[in-house]
C-alpha cells in the first residue's frame, strides 16, 4: 500500500476473514448433525451471541474481557482474572524462596528457535537453551563446537520450533535426552539433558516443514516427523508447476545417530503426529486431502485422511527393497494408490475424519488417539487396538464426543480424564474418556466440566500426560492470546500461559495464575524432577576439547598466517595476562574453566571481535576469528565471578604485518 492510500477499516478486514471461514464451516458438519452458526449461545444471563458475533468478541482487543472472562460460562471464580490467586482447593502453587520445583517444563519458543525450561508449579524461568538460533550469553552459535553443528544442519539464522518430546523407556521419561523440531526448516534437534545444550541438529533430506514431531514409544526407537508442505520430490524444479506430483513426507531418524533412516510419501499435508504404547503405530493428523495450493481449494471438501502409519510394515518394505532413493534417503510410497497399501497389511491406512483435524494424542494406556476437529466441535477416538484386523475405517472409531468450539489439543490426568482445548470458545474442557466411549458420536454426556481461559488456547499439556503414568495435578494452557490480562507493552503483545489446577479425581478446575511469555512458545512437555540427573560441573570425559591446565597457557603458532592460544580462567584472572599476535592472523582460543565449584561461569568477551562466550567449571570452548587490525584488545569476563571481577582482564596485543 502506498502512503496516498487510504488503509482498510479493520472491521472491513475482520468482517472478511469471518466469511472465509463461515464458507469452511458451513461444508463442515458434525457426526450427528450440521453445525448451524447461528444458534450457538453462550449462556451468559441476558446476553446471548451468534457465533459471528462470538468471533468479533475474540478478536476485538480487550473485548474477550468481558465473554471468556466471565464465571457464568464455567462457573468459575470471578477471581480467575487475576494474574495469580489463591486456590479455594487449598493446592499451592508457591514455591517459597530456597525450595525447588517439582517438575521441569520444556517450553518450546517457536520462532525465537530456543527452548525455556520452567518449573512447575511455580512457573519461574530456570534456563533458556538455544537450540535453532545463536545466544551470546553462552555463546552458542559463536564457538566452533556449536557454531559448526549450526552450520552443518542447514546454516539458518532461525527456527521454529514446535514440538519438545523427552526420551522414553518402557513408556516413561529417562531424563537423557529431549528431540525437537524446526517446523521453518525442516529439522530434528537433540539436547543432552545431562547438561541442557543441544549437542545434535539434523537437517532432514527431501524435507521443507518438520511440524509434528514425536519419539516411538516405549523405546525411543525413532524420532518421528511430519512434514507438513508438500512438494516435489526431489525438488529440483522439475515438477514445480505441477502440484498433482508434490507430496508429503513421514520421517524416521535415528535418536542416537540423529541420521535420516526412511521416509514414507503420502497424500495430502501431514499435521501432528503421536505413536501407541506399543511401538508399532504412528498417528498423523492430516489436511488438504484435496491437495489443492490455496485455502478455497483446501477447505473444499467436508473429510480429510488421518494417517495410520504401521512402523514395522514400513521396516519391513525397507528391508525388502520396496522404495526408491531420493537424495540418499529410502522413500516408501504410503500414497493410497501404492501397491504397498493394497494387499492384508498396508504401511498407511487412511482413515476419514471430520474436515481439518488438527492434533492427535494418544491416551496413557494406548487404547485411543484422539483427533481434535479443529473445524469440527468434536474429538474422534481411534481404538489402537481394533486397527490391525479391521479393514473398515468406521470400525476403529470408538468415541465421537462434541465437545465445543474449535478444539485443537487433548491431555490426560491419568484417572481417565481427558482435557482438550477449545481455541474460539477459548476453553479447557474436562470430559470422561469412558463415558465418550459409551454415548452416541457427536453426544455431550461424557462433558465434566469447562474452565474459562484467556484467550484463543493452542497446545495445553498436563503433568506428564503424554507417558504411561501421567500425575494429574496441574495443567498448563498455552493461549495465544493475551489482550488485557497485562500491562501494555506496545503492538506486540506476549502470550498468555496459565496455570489451572486440575487435582484428582472429579475436583473441579480451577484457574491460579497466569504469567506472560514471550512470542511464540508453541507446545511444552513435563518430567519429574527426579527423572533428570542433571551434572553441576563439566565431566571432562564427556566433551572432546583438549582440557587446558595452568601450566597449558601459552600461544603456539600453528602456521604462517595461524596460532593456538590456550588459556585458563579462574576467580579474578585468566591464565594469560597478556598475550601477542600478527595482523591477519587466525586465532584459535582455547579456554577452560578450572573452578570446580558449582555456578561459578567465567566469559570471555574481545570487543571488536564480536566474541564472547560463557565457560562453566571443567568445561572447554573454542572460538576461532582473524586478528584483523593491529592494536590493543582486553579481554574480559562477563560474567560476575567474585569481588575482584572487574580487575579480571587480559590483553590481545596485535601487532602491525610486516612490510
Not at 444458534?39 to 451468559?44: C, N, P, T, Y
Not at 506428564?464 to 506496545?490: C, H, I, Q, Y
Not at 503483545?493 to 475436583?507: A, R, S, W, Y
Request: charged content about 25%; glycine content about 10%; hydrophobic content about 30%.
Amino acid at each position: 500500500m502506498s502512503k496516498h492510500e487510504t488503509p482498510r477499516d479493520p472491521n472491513e478486514v475482520l468482517e472478511e476473514y469471518e466469511e472465509t471461514l463461515d464458507s469452511v464451516l458451513a461444508e463442515v458438519e458434525s457426526p450427528d448433525e450440521a453445525t448451524t452458526d447461528d444458534d450457538i449461545s453462550l449462556g451468559l444471563p441476558g446476553l446471548s451471541l451468534g457465533r459471528r458475533d462470538f468471533m468479533k468478541a475474540g478478536v476485538a482487543a480487550g473485548a474477550m474481557g468481558s465473554v471468556a472472562g466471565c464465571s457464568a460460562l464455567s462457573g468459575g471464580d470471578s477471581s480467575a482474572g487475576s494474574q495469580s490467586t489463591p486456590s479455594s482447593s487449598g493446592a499451592s502453587h508457591t514455591v517459597e524462596p530456597g525450595e525447588h520445583d517439582e517438575y521441569y517444563g520444556f517450553w518450546s519458543g517457536g520462532h525465537s528457535g530456543e527452548l525455556r525450561v520452567i518449573g512447575i508449579p511455580s512457573m519461574r524461568e530456570l534456563t533458556r537453551i538455544p537450540v535453532f538460533n545463536t545466544d551470546c550469553a553462552s555463546g552458542y552459535g559463536f564457538t566452533d563446537g556449536t557454531q559448526e553443528m549450526l552450520e552443518e544442519g542447514g546454516g539458518y539464522s532461525w527456527g521454529d520450533n514446535h514440538h519438545p518430546n523427552l526420551s522414553e523407556t518402557d513408556g516413561d521419561y529417562d531424563g537423557e535426552y529431549l528431540y525437537v523440531n524446526d517446523k521453518a526448516n525442516g529439522r530434528i534437534a537433540r539436547v543432552n539433558l545431562t547438561y541442557f545444550e543441544t549437542d545434535a541438529i539434523t537437517d532432514v533430506p527431501n524435507m521443507q516443514a518438520i511440524h509434528g514431531c514425536c519419539v516411538l514409544s516405549p523405546d525411543t526407537k525413532y524420532v518421528l516427523g511430519n512434514g507438513e508442505f508438500r512438494a516435489p520430490l526431489p525438488n529440483d524444479g522439475t515438477d514445480a508447476k505441477n502440484p498433482d506430483n508434490y507430496t508429503s513426507l513421514f520421517v524416521a531418524v535415528d535418536p542416537d545417530s540423529m541420521e535420516t533412516q526412511w521416509q514414507v510419501k503420502v497424500d495430502g499435508n501431514l499435521d501432528i503426529v503421536d505413536t501407541g504404547k506399543e511401538g508399532r503405530w504412528a498417528i498423523s493428523s492430516a489436511y488438504n486431502s484435496e491437495e489443492a495450493t490455496d485455502i478455497q481449494g483446501m477447505t473444499k471438501d467436508d473429510r480429510d485422511n488421518v494417517k495410520a502409519f504401521d512402523i514395522p510394515a514400513i521396516e519391513q518394505a525397507v528391508e525388502n527393497g520396496n522404495y526408491e532413493e531420493v537424495n540418499g534417503i529410502p522413500v516408501v510410497d504410503g500414497t493410497q494408490g501404492s501397491s504397498l497399501n493394497q494387499g492384508d497389511r498396508p504401511v498407511v491406512k487412511y482413515i476419514p475424519t471430520p474436515k481439518s483435524p488438527h492434533c492427535v494424542e494418544v491416551g496413557p494406556n494406548g487404547d485411543y488417539a484422539f483427533i481434535a476437529g479443529k473445524l469440527s466441535p468434536t474429538v474422534t477416538m481411534l481404538d489402537l487396538n481394533a486397527l490391525a484386523d479391521s479393514s473398515d475405517p468406521d470400525e476403529v472409531v470408538a468415541g465421537r464426543p462434541r465437545v465445543g468450539l474449535g478444539p485443537l489439543h487433548t491431555t490426560f490426568d491419568g484417572n481417565g480424564h481427558a482435557y482438550t482445548s477449545l481455541f474460539i470458545d477459548s476453553q479447557t474442557v474436562k470430559w470422561d474418556i469412558q463415558a465418550a466411549v459409551e454415548a452416541e458420536e457427536g453426544s455431550e454426556d461424557s462433558i465434566i466440566e469447562k474452565q474459562d481461559v484467556h484467550y484463543n488456547p493452542g497446545h495445553i499439556q498436563a503433568l506428564e500426560a503424554m507417558t504411561t503414568d501421567p500425575d494429574g495435578e496441574w495443567l498448563v494452557s498455552l493461549n495465544k492470546l493475551s489482550k488485557d490480562r497485562f500491562l501494555p507493552v506496545g503492538p506486540i503483545m506476549p502470550d498468555n500461559d496459565q496455570l489451572i489446577h486440575i487435582g484428582q479425581g472429579e475436583k473441579e478446575m480451577e484457574l491460579v495464575a497466569d504469567h506472560p511469555a514471550y512470542p511464540e512458545p508453541h507446545d511444552c512437555v513435563f518430567a519429574h524432577k527426579d527423572k533428570i540427573d542433571a551434572k553441576k560441573v563439566y565431566d571432562k570425559d564427556d566433551y572432546e576439547e583438549t582440557y587446558i591446565t595452568e601450566e597449558d597457557s601459552g600461544v603456539e603458532r600453528t602456521g604462517e598466517n595461524s596460532v593456538h592460544v590456550k588459556m585458563t580462567t579462574k576467580r579474578s584472572e585468566f591464565g594469560l595476562p597478556d598475550f601477542t599476535v600478527q595482523e591477519g592472523d587466525e586465532v584459535k582460543l582455547s579456554t577452560t574453566n578450572i573452578e570446580g565449584v558449582q555456578d561459578i561461569i567465567h566469559g570471555v568477551a574481545i570487543p571488536e571481535h564480536d566474541i564472547n562466550y560463557a565457560v562453566a567449571p571443567q568445561d572447554t570452548r573454542e572460538v576461532t576469528f582473524t586478528a584483523d587490525d593491529p592494536g590493543v584488545y582486553w579481554i574480559y569476563c562477563t560474567y560476575f565471578c567474585s569481588a575482584l571481577h572487574l580487575e579480571m582482564r587480559s590483553r590481545m596485543i596485535v601487532e602491525p604485518a610486516e612490510g
